[in-house]
């Protein structure tokens, strides 16, 4: 059974930042990507970053290029979402997402809040 459990979302001023973190265990895939997804309050969840877990590759959404930075701990099975210049258009409920390659089912954690405050 895969387990992915979020830590270090918060409540932070505007312009400020913010470090989540995803722990992984229970899965044996040999090649898979992780990443970040958000949903905002009453919207749909949307893409945040994603990181392909044995070459390295990070895409970004426009929405957070040149503030957050996604990276990855391969020892510890983690990976990390730095978050910068927060705004309020970025608090929303974080979940963090593995996904097998080339094909598999998605795997959720439980969601962290993130709360940018003008």
């Known amino acids: 059974q895969v387990q992915l459990v979020e830590s270090g979302g918060g409540w932070v001023q505007a312009g400020g930042s913010l470090r989540l973190s995803c722990a992984a265990s229970?899965?044996?895939?040999?090649?898979?990507?992780m990443g970040w997804f958000r949903q905002p309050p009453g919207k749909g969840r949307e893409f945040v970053a994603r990181?392909?877990?044995?070459?390295?590759?990070?895409v970004y959404a426009d929405s957070v290029k040149g503030r957050f930075t996604i990276s990855r701990d391969n020892a510890k099975d983690t990976i990390d979402l730095q978050m910068n210049r927060l705004t309020p258009q970025d608090s929303a409920v974080y979940y963090c997402n593995l996904r097998p390659l080339p094909y598999g089912s998605d795997r959720w954690g439980q969601g962290t809040q993130v709360t940018g405050s003008s």
């Open positions: 990181i392909d877990w044995n070459l390295g590759t990070t």
């Open positions: 229970g899965h044996t895939f040999s090649s898979y990507s």
